[in-house]
């Protein structure tokens, strides 16, 4: 088969593979679409992939084979179903699991696919764990299912906020995370939204999702929607906007952190603004595998509309080129793989 290798010289080539094989628990997908991430971006430049890695995680095929198991890893029912596939595998036994914060499986992290362990989706066919594997509903289309995992980690940040349809919510960063973030506190039944985003084609898009103001600065988002900020969704990435996220938010407030920094990058926050507003500060992290479970209704559903979020769907031989210029100002919002 095809695939998308992370190259000695820190590029992407396409290689050829050997086909998977699905063994015990597995099942091995058809890749239709896979989307390409920010944390993708990150993980090429940081060193931490070997030669060969196969990168990609937000992606949906068909099952074309799998292996026996037991209960939830018997993926033989599968055979021939559509699925977006939970790129986590969680162990199920841990406390973490246990209480249903399946986000924090200790064993899901070191089961990711496409993370630089097991090889993800920008290719042809990836073996995944049969429990990660989720029927999608018929009519849900290729573009939707690779948008699931993202719409999943933007409905994570929003369940881990206390957000209520009255509240007046700010969110830094109109990059893919900000956007679907923007349509998860839609589909919740919150109207005041204010975003801040310096480019205007995604201020724009912002909008057409349901924002109902923009700034293009982040410390002008409660004047932009003239009211206190009840919570404050961190989803660029950057250590500056915490800060921004306290000093704007209203005491007694809520910020989510959801953008992911580099992984050696401090945040500076003023402990004494902190405390002095108790403001709660939040992480969230991916999402539990009831969020992704939701999310693949939601998107179904049309939670988010594909045609606002993907730039363009490219074959595998445009990979890097398209990491490339998804860095650039003014680039791409969302660029998917179709192998
Ligand atoms: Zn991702
Ligand atoms: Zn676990």
Redesign the pocket.
């Known amino acids: 088969m095809r695939a998308v290798a992370y190259q000695a010289d820190g590029t992407l080539a396409v290689v050829e593979k050997p086909d998977p094989v699905a063994g015990r628990g597995q099942a091995v997908v058809a890749v239709e679409r896979c989307g390409i991430c920010g944390s993708d971006i990150h993980l090429r430049r940081s060193g931490m992939l070997g030669p060969g890695a196969v990168m990609g995680h937000e992606f949906a095929g068909t099952v074309v084979s799998a292996g026996e198991g037991e209960g939830v890893d018997d993926g033989r029912g599968l055979v021939g179903q559509r699925v977006a596939v939970l790129p986590f595998r ?5 406390p ?2 246990l209480e249903g914060r ?1 986000a924090l ?4 992290m070191a089961h990711g696919l496409g993370l630089g362990g097991l090889d993800g989706a920008f290719a042809e066919y990836v073996t995944v764990s049969s429990r990660s594997c989720h029927p999608v509903p018929p009519g849900m289309t290729a573009d939707q299912g690779a948008l699931v995992e993202p719409y999943a980690v933007a409905l994570h940040g929003v369940r881990r906020s206390r957000v209520e349809p009255g509240s007046v919510v700010g969110v830094i960063g109109a990059g893919p995370i900000g956007l679907m973030t923007i349509a998860a506190l839609r589909a919740a039944g919150v109207e005041a939204i204010v975003v801040a985003e310096r480019s205007d084609t995604r201020a724009e898009l912002a909008v057409a999702l349901g924002a109902s103001a923009v700034a293009a600065d982040a410390h002008q988002l409660s004047s932009a929607i003239g009211d206190d900020l009840d919570v404050v969704f961190e989803c660029a990435g950057v250590p500056e906007t915490p800060q921004i996220a306290l000093e704007l938010v209203r005491p007694g407030g809520q910020v989510v952190l959801v953008g992911v920094t580099n992984p050696d990058e401090p945040l500076t926050m003023v402990s004494f603004l902190w405390i002095i507003k108790e403001v709660d500060i939040a992480g969230s992290f991916a999402y539990d595998d009831v969020d992704y479970a939701d999310a693949v209704i939601a998107v179904a559903g049309g939670a988010v509309d594909p045609a606002l979020v993907v730039s363009e769907v490219r074959p595998l031989e445009d990979a890097d080129a398209s990491f490339d210029e998804l860095l650039e100002p003014g680039g791409p919002i969302k660029l998917l793989l179709a192998p």
């Open positions: 969680r162990c199920g036994a841990c973490r699991c399946t499986c200790v064993e899901g």
